[in-house]
């Protein structure tokens, strides 16, 4: 329990530990200021910190080193989140890199390095994954461009060998901005941080922003200006989707549309095998409510 004598409101210090509790699923300690960036609510930082400091006198929920602040007992991912850090700065000179490459592809928008849940936190021995918007009904020509340059460049990732191979498994088009469709209720929670770690490296006449907005990363109004359409390029559109279709294997075949990380249309392609989305969920939801426990 928190020591009776301190003035907490309740409500804030939940919603501090939140981030802290869900970052330690991936070995991420958070700075004050990450902290402050993560929340929805409008506090002041000063607050935050002298939240923290609280915490950290008069609790045993969480400890601070070198200014950053994790769950009791976690101090060794401080050391794992300055190593991961230099890890990162070569993966993204090779994701900007090959983001160069694929915006020769007129209807490639957007390329964002993803699944980076904390900045710069990316694994040594993992491959890079990326995010891209296409043009509307140019997904499955963008995809073959994309797919195939990494392939010819022998930078796919094979069971045998991840490490800074080009992963290229999430592709939305421009008329299906908002991806809260493609998350359950209750991953919410992980659709929420994952929004928030993408890196766009590469963003073509600012749609960056209006997919931030749609899904309420940003405020403002959205301006729909979809690209042209021609009749040659949706005839090679839906040539290029049925060659995936025919060569793509077996085990993505039979999970399209049937497994929570696979979903295939014309305007979304998800292709997430191994989706641990609803382990983190659950894994987050229990470790929070057990620090809840202790702190009502």
């Given at each position: 329990?928190?020591?009776?004598?301190?003035?907490?409101?309740?409500?804030?210090?939940?919603?501090?530990?939140?981030?802290?509790?869900?970052?330690?699923?991936?070995?991420?300690?958070?700075?004050?200021?990450?902290?402050?960036?993560?929340?929805?609510?409008?506090?002041?930082?000063?607050?935050?910190?002298?939240?923290?400091?609280?915490?950290?006198?008069?609790?045993?929920?969480?400890?601070?080193?070198?200014?950053?602040?994790?769950?009791?007992?976690?101090?060794?991912?401080?050391?794992?989140?300055?190593?991961?850090?230099?890890?990162?700065?070569?993966?993204?000179?090779?994701?900007?890199?090959?983001?160069?490459?694929?915006?020769?592809?007129?209807?490639?928008?957007?390329?964002?390095?993803?699944?980076?849940?904390?900045?710069?936190?990316?694994?040594?021995?993992?491959?890079?994954?990326?995010?891209?918007?296409?043009?509307?009904?140019?997904i499955w020509l963008s995809r073959l461009f994309c797919t195939g340059l990494a392939k010819l460049l022998n930078r796919r990732p094979t069971a045998q060998k991840k490490k800074d191979r080009i992963c290229l498994s999430f592709y939305v088009s421009e008329d299906h901005l908002n991806i809260f469709?493609?998350?359950?209720?209750?991953?919410?929670?992980?659709?929420?941080?994952?929004?928030?770690?993408?890196?766009?490296?590469?963003?073509?006449?600012?749609?960056?922003?209006?997919?931030?907005?749609?899904?309420?990363?940003?405020?403002?109004?959205?301006?729909?200006?979809?690209?042209?359409?021609?009749?040659?390029?949706?005839?090679?559109?839906?040539?290029?989707?049925?060659?995936?279709?025919?060569?793509?294997?077996?085990?993505?075949?039979?999970?399209?549309?049937?497994?929570?990380?696979?979903?295939?249309?014309?305007?979304?392609?998800?292709?997430?095998?191994?989706?641990?989305?609803?382990?983190?969920?659950?894994?987050?939801?229990?470790?929070?409510?057990?620090?809840?426990?202790?702190?009502?």
């Open positions: 329990m928190l020591n009776d004598q301190i003035n907490y409101d309740i409500d804030l210090v939940k919603a501090i530990l939140g981030p802290i509790v869900f970052f330690d699923l991936f070995e991420y300690p958070l700075t004050a200021f990450e902290i402050w960036n993560y929340l929805e609510k409008n506090i002041a930082l000063e607050k935050i910190y002298f939240i923290l400091e609280q915490l950290v006198a008069s609790s045993n929920l969480i400890n601070e080193k070198n200014g950053f602040y994790f769950l009791v007992g976690r101090e060794e991912i401080v050391t794992i989140r300055q190593k991961r850090y230099n890890y990162s700065c070569t993966k993204i000179k090779i994701a900007k890199k090959f983001s160069y490459l694929f915006s020769l592809m007129p209807f490639v928008k957007v390329v964002a390095v993803a699944n980076f849940i904390g900045d710069h936190n990316l694994k040594e021995e993992g491959d890079i994954d990326f995010f891209i918007i296409t043009a509307s009904r140019r469709d493609l998350a359950s209720f209750d991953q919410t929670i992980y659709l929420y941080y994952y929004l928030r770690g993408l890196m766009p490296i590469y963003n073509q006449n600012n749609i960056y922003s209006r997919f931030l907005i749609v899904n309420h990363v940003l405020s403002g109004n959205v301006v729909t200006d979809y690209s042209r359409h021609w009749l040659m390029i949706d005839w090679l559109e839906i040539l290029a989707k049925n060659f995936q279709l025919k060569i793509m294997p077996l085990n993505l075949r039979q999970a399209i549309n049937n497994s929570e990380g696979v979903y295939v249309s014309d305007s979304v392609l998800k292709f997430h095998l191994n989706d641990k989305r609803r382990y983190f969920t659950e894994k987050f939801n229990y470790n929070f409510n057990a620090i809840l426990q202790k702190i009502n």
